[in-house]
């Protein structure tokens, strides 16, 4: 199995990606203690001692090299150095070649096309590097915003699932986009 050793930063037009440090904790904190950032995710808003917990862990999944394993990258605006964002890459099966990938970032950067610019790396990562054969993308199905950032990358809906798990109180319905290799390479290595 080919392993994921990215050197960093990773860098696009107006992103820099690179692993999480423990001093990300204020800018993460302000990520995640929104309620519109955590609406359709599985856990409520978070305080510090949450945040601190998520980022001690983050800060270690720079590299893939077994399946279950994730990277976790820090997304910042090359022209202010802000860290807005979090992008994920995770190796789901080595067997069946399977990856995922999610996103989330800060509400003040969006409609700018930034998720989408870090998310197609983790999608290179994903193809180039890992030499994955399909990754995937989930969400709660009223997340369209999420939705339109895997449309937009190229990633099909493939499944929509009602009901099928019970989070915050209520049952929600869950949607998989997915993208296969030979379309990847169909567009380029760029997505659609
Ligand atoms: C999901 C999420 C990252 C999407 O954010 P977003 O800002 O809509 O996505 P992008 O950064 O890719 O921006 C795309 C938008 O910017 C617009 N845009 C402006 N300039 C652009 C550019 N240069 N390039 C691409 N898009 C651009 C696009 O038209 C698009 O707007 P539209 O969706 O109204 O058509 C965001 O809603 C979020 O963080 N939500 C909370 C966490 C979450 O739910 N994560 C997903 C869990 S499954």
């Known amino acids: 199995m080919p392993t994921c050793r990215p ?3 990773i860098e696009t037009a107006r ?3 690179r ?3 423990a001093d990300d904790q204020d800018d993460l ?3 995640f203690s929104r309620e519109d950032v955590t609406r359709y995710l599985y856990w409520p808003q978070l305080g510090p ?3 601190r917990e998520v980022l001690g862990r983050w800060t270690t999944q720079v590299a893939i090299e077994h399946e279950g394993e994730a990277i976790s990258l820090a997304v910042c605006r090359r022209d202010s150095g802000a860290l807005i964002g979090e992008a994920m890459l995770k190796l789901l099966s080595e067997t069946d070649s399977q990856g995922e990938i999610g996103f989330m970032f ?3 950067h969006h409609g700018q096309g930034f ?3 870090a998310t197609r790396e983790l999608l290179k990562l994903g ?3 890992l030499g994955l054969h399909r990754i995937i993308g989930r969400l709660e199905a009223r997340n369209r915003p999420s939705a339109r950032v895997l449309e937009r990358l190229g990633m099909r809906l493939e499944a929509h699932f009602r009901e099928n798990e019970w989070v915050k109180g209520e049952w929600n319905d869950e949607q998989v986009y997915a993208l296969l290799r030979s379309e990847w390479d169909a567009a380029g290595g760029q997505g659609a």
């Open 106 to 108: 800060h509400p003040d």
């Open 15 to 17: 992103l820099s990606l």
């Open 127 to 129: 193809f180039d590097d």
């Open 115 to 117: 998720a989408t610019e």
């Open 19 to 21: 692993p999480f440090r």
């Open 49 to 51: 001692d949450e945040v």
């Open 7 to 9: 050197s960093y930063p």
């Open 29 to 31: 904190l302000a990520i």
